[in-house]
């Protein structure tokens, strides 16, 4: 009797020392790769929203304030946001995506005016506030037409995106700039 105890309470034992060094471990991991994670997103977002002169890729802002981009339909416009708002999948009226490592926040609301797709809140560090408007091409007045967003594969890492012509030829993804027209 006293050695099925003795086992049962090493078994105890042993389980919750390994909880415990399992636990320390993911928090450590956590915690290390969260500034990494936190860099690889705005980086990212650079690539897609600034120049290499470190403008934005936009244009001039409207008269409401906001950059605007023109995409000929909605999925292509809830594709593009997805792209700045991790997860965002176009149903919520309003979301937010928060960076890692407390980087900042994009927040999508859907448009309520005819013409408008969506706009997206850009409040990251290291990136100009700003606010985005995806609408229809119709939609957009004077100089600020920029319409047309190209399709690129990245050479290194596989990765398929969108950039604004003006953008940096750089992946979001790894970095590297070596990337084509598909």
């Known amino acids: 009797m006293?050695?099925?105890?003795?086992?049962?309470?090493l078994a105890t034992l042993m389980v919750c020392a390994t909880s415990v060094f399992i636990s320390c471990s993911n928090d450590d991991d956590d915690n290390n790769n969260s500034k990494e994670l936190g860099d690889k997103a705005v980086t990212e977002l650079k690539t897609r929203?600034?120049?290499e002169d470190g403008a934005v890729v936009f244009g001039e802002?409207?008269?409401?304030?906001?950059?605007?981009?023109?995409?000929?339909?909605?999925?292509?416009a809830q594709k593009l946001v997805g792209q700045y708002a991790k997860n965002y999948d176009g149903n919520a009226a309003t979301y937010t995506y928060t960076l890692p490592d407390a980087r900042g926040t994009v927040r999508v609301d859907k448009g309520d005016v005819a013409g408008v797709y969506y706009n997206v809140k850009f409040a990251v560090t290291g990136i100009p506030q700003m606010t985005l408007q995806v609408v229809e091409p119709n939609y957009m007045e004077g100089e600020n037409k920029i319409k047309i967003l190209s399709t690129y594969v990245c050479n290194d890492c596989g990765a398929?995106?969108?950039?604004?012509?003006?953008?940096?030829?750089?992946?979001?993804?790894?970095?590297?700039?070596n990337i084509e027209k598909p």
Do not use: H, M, R, W
Not at 61 to 76: A, H, P, R, S
Not at 160 to 177: D, E, I, R, Y
């Open 49 to 51: 929203l600034i120049d």
């Open 160 to 177: 398929s995106f969108k950039l604004p012509n003006k953008a940096a030829k750089v992946c979001p993804s790894c970095g590297k700039t």
């Open 61 to 76: 802002l409207n008269e409401q304030g906001c950059y605007e981009i023109g995409l000929e339909t909605q999925t292509d």
């Open 2 to 9: 006293k050695t099925n105890k003795f086992f049962l309470s």
